[in-house]
T-cell receptor, first 110, second 116 residues
Framework: GQNIDQPTEMTATEGAIVQINCTYQTSGFNGLFWYQQHAGEAPTFLSYNVLDGLEEKGRFSSFLSRSKGYSYLLLKELQMKDSASYLCAVLPRGSYIPTFGRGTSLIVHP | ETGVTQTPRHLVMGMTNKKSLKCEQHLGHNAMYWYKQSAKKPLELMFVYNFKEQTENNSVPSRFSPECPNSSHLFLHLHTLQPEDSALYLC???????????????FGPGTRLTVL
């Protein structure tokens, strides 16, 4: 099975940088997703990491270390609209069905 | 219409009612999912269908009954629910690329269910 851990809540200031961590333990690993979910809305896809390293996509970047079972989502130049829940999800080897973490609620304040 | 749609968006029902949630995807995906999302809890996978065949049932009570008539449509039939079943019910779809390549899920807007 999979065990996924991420902080419950984080706060940050508009314009700042925030890093949301996700650690996982799994018997087999294919890749890791990050999703964003605004309150009352559907989760939307942000990134998918398979190989070690950092992938940058605009203000958002995602990092993966397979050997350490660790990923983070980096948000730069924070905006108020970035206030949302950020979900880490692990894709097990041999499956197309991800397992989701509890999500990190990010609050961006002025 | 594109993406994943769900109806109704909001539903209030009594414990003796029977209702159905509907999900439709226009993305050509072959896998569809039902999730339950309660406050302060992670997404709970309920059912998975692949090419209309149910491949996962995560020990869901029988008062929830899924139906997948084709790869584009998914239903969740509800009967004799309990107040603790009140939650956001999300439908999602994806391609089942087990061998490789990302297979991100596309979610519908959800149905906010309240059981009185």
């Amino acid at each position: 099975g999979q065990n996924i851990d991420q902080p419950t809540e984080m706060t940050a200031t508009e314009g700042a940088i925030v890093q949301i961590n996700c650690t996982y333990q799994t018997s087999g690993f294919n890749g890791l997703f990050w999703y964003q979910q605004h309150a009352g809305e559907a989760p939307t896809f942000l990134s998918y990491n398979v190989l070690d390293g950092l992938e940058e996509k605009g203000r958002f970047s995602s990092f993966l270390s397979r050997s350490k079972g660790y990923s983070y989502l980096l948000l730069k130049e924070l905006q108020m609209k970035d206030s949302a829940s950020y979900l880490c999800a692990v894709l097990p080897r041999g499956s197309y069905i991800p397992t989701f973490g509890r999500g990190t609620s990010l609050i961006v304040h002025p | 219409e594109t993406g994943v749609t769900q109806t109704p968006r909001h539903l209030v029902m009594g414990m003796t009612n029977k209702k159905s949630l509907k999900c439709e995807q226009h993305l050509g995906h072959n896998a569809m999912y039902w999730y339950k999302q309660s406050a302060k809890k992670p997404l709970e996978l309920m059912f998975v269908y692949n090419f209309k065949e149910q491949t996962e049932n995560n020990s869901v009570p029988s008062r929830f009954s899924p139906e997948c008539p084709n790869s584009s449509h998914l239903f969740l039939h509800l009967h004799t629910l309990q107040p603790e079943d009140s939650a956001l019910y999300l439908c999602a779809s994806s391609q089942d690329r087990v061998a490789g390549g990302k297979s991100e899920q596309f979610f519908g807007p959800g149905t906010r269910l309240t059981v009185l």
